[in-house]
């Protein structure tokens, strides 16, 4: 399969970039999936420029319910007349983010739930037989520290993540889970993965969300290390991340993983 980055934080392509994630997963039989989509017309402008068609896309993927993963929706229903959206049923609830001493909304378009090519999904869902979206993560491992500064619906409340899911693609010898943001945390998310669709995942494709932190220097390092000696105990395994992980915070987790790892940006294609 081929992997194209359309929205991320970063560009060695001269692309314009936003803070958000919109990804081309393009499988070896012909099938495209749109994986999120952005904060809003960026993954398609970006797309036309790569000479990408959105309209040919078969599936699409909302990650979870915060505006730069899924704030593109309706320019994609717009783009794309056959394509089913697969979103979470707690995603267009309510979500804030606090920030400068008030709460912002960073929540999808409420308006777009009753669109009729919206699947909303809850704990499993088998698309077919080689595409599984789950929900949630097992474990409270590592869970990403900026968590504490979003909130869910009851707004004096921090977020529970019930509206994240993550997609494990199998193609061949392949199995590849995508994680948007990993809010559950990518180690917890992996074992609910494991427990869906097997027990071994021969790439990882996500955001970490290790990005502000709030965290010293030194307690940021402590807290990477202790995540790339997990990440490191699955045996094989290629880890892709971008966007909410941070340039400095990927630079930290190449120093303990080597390999292992590597970084996605706006206009790239990988083959996996």
Same mark, same amino acid.
């Given at each position: 399969?081929?992997?194209?980055?359309?929205?991320?934080?970063?560009?060695?392509?001269?692309?314009?970039?936003?803070?958000?994630?919109?990804?081309?997963?393009?499988?070896?039989?012909?099938?495209?999936?749109?994986?999120?989509?952005?904060?809003?017309?960026?993954?398609?402008?970006?797309?036309?420029?790569?000479?990408?068609?959105?309209?040919?896309?078969?599936?699409?993927?909302?990650?979870?319910?915060?505006?730069?993963?899924?704030?593109?929706?309706?320019?994609?229903?717009?783009?794309?007349?056959?394509?089913?959206?697969?979103?979470?049923?707690?995603?267009?609830?309510?979500?804030?983010?606090?920030?400068?001493?008030?709460?912002?909304?960073?929540?999808?378009?409420?308006?777009?739930?009753?669109?009729?090519? /919206?699947?909303?999904?809850? *704990?499993?869902? &088998? +698309?077919?037989?080689?595409?599984?979206?789950?929900?949630?993560? $097992? %474990? !409270?491992?590592?869970?990403?520290?900026?968590?504490?500064?979003?909130?869910?619906?009851?707004?004096?409340?921090?977020?529970?993540?019930?509206?994240?899911?993550?997609?494990?693609?199998?193609?061949?010898?392949?199995?590849?889970?995508?994680?948007?943001?990993?809010?559950?945390?990518?180690?917890?998310?992996?074992?609910?993965?494991?427990?869906?669709?097997?027990?071994?995942?021969?790439?990882?494709?996500?955001?970490?969300?290790?990005?502000?932190?709030? /965290?010293?220097?030194?307690? *940021?390092?402590? &807290? +990477?290390?202790?995540?790339?000696?997990?990440?490191?105990?699955? $045996? %094989? !395994?290629?880890?892709?991340?971008?966007?909410?992980?941070?340039?400095?915070?990927?630079?930290?987790?190449?120093?303990?993983?080597?390999?292992?790892?590597?970084?996605?940006?706006?206009?790239?294609?990988?083959?996996?």
């Amino acid at each position: 399969m081929k992997i194209t980055v359309l929205v991320e934080n970063t560009s060695r392509m001269g692309l314009p970039v936003e803070h958000g994630l919109s990804l081309l997963i393009r499988m070896d039989d012909g099938r495209q999936i749109l994986f999120d989509m952005g904060q809003r017309r960026l993954f398609a402008e970006n797309a036309e420029r790569l000479g990408l068609d959105l309209a040919q896309v078969d599936i699409a993927v909302v990650s979870h319910g915060h505006y730069d993963h899924g704030g593109g929706l309706h320019t994609f229903l717009r783009l794309n007349a056959k394509a089913r959206v697969y979103v979470n049923s707690h995603a267009f609830e309510p979500h804030y983010s606090f920030r400068d001493g008030r709460l912002r909304y960073i929540g999808l378009d409420a308006d777009l739930k009753g669109e009729d090519r /919206l699947v909303l999904c809850g *704990e499993k869902t &088998w +698309i077919s037989s080689d595409l599984i979206l789950f929900a949630g993560a $097992d %474990g !409270c491992c590592l869970k990403p520290v900026g968590n504490r500064r979003l909130y869910g619906p009851a707004r004096d409340t921090n977020d529970d993540f019930c509206h994240e899911q993550s997609l494990v693609v199998k193609e061949g010898e392949k199995t590849v889970l995508f994680a948007g943001c990993a809010h559950g945390g990518i180690v917890n998310i992996m074992e609910r993965g494991h427990r869906v669709a097997g027990p071994r995942f021969t790439h990882v494709v996500a955001g970490m969300h290790l990005m502000e932190s709030g /965290l010293t220097e030194e307690a *940021e390092r402590r &807290w +990477i290390g202790r995540l790339a000696a997990r990440l490191k105990e699955e $045996d %094989g !395994c290629r880890y892709l991340t971008m966007h909410c992980t941070g340039m400095a915070q990927y630079e930290a987790l190449r120093e303990e993983m080597g390999g292992a790892i590597g970084y996605l940006s706006c206009g790239e294609t990988v083959e996996i």
